[in-house]
């Protein structure tokens, strides 16, 4: 999603992120929370959030993305969350 605003500046999604460390496994454990600020009435479409990971991740599990659809893409080092309807 790409929007060019200048004044009244009111962001259309909140993402709430909480990351865990745990440097004993080599691990980190992210748990990520999108919500929509707009109305009911108005939704967006092809939404995807993109959520980069340190480039020598060497394993992503990721358990219930909820709504959407959620894949580790290596080549990009990300997590790319895809939602058609959001």
Known sequence: MTY???????LPFKIVPVVQEYPEQCKI???IRLKAIFEETNYGTNVVM??????NTALVRIFSSGNGKAVYEPDSAAIMWRFKRF
């Open 50 to 55: 993109k959520i980069p990971v340190p480039a």
């Open 4 to 10: 060019r605003i200048s004044e009244n500046i009111n």
């Open 29 to 31: 454990e992210l748990s």
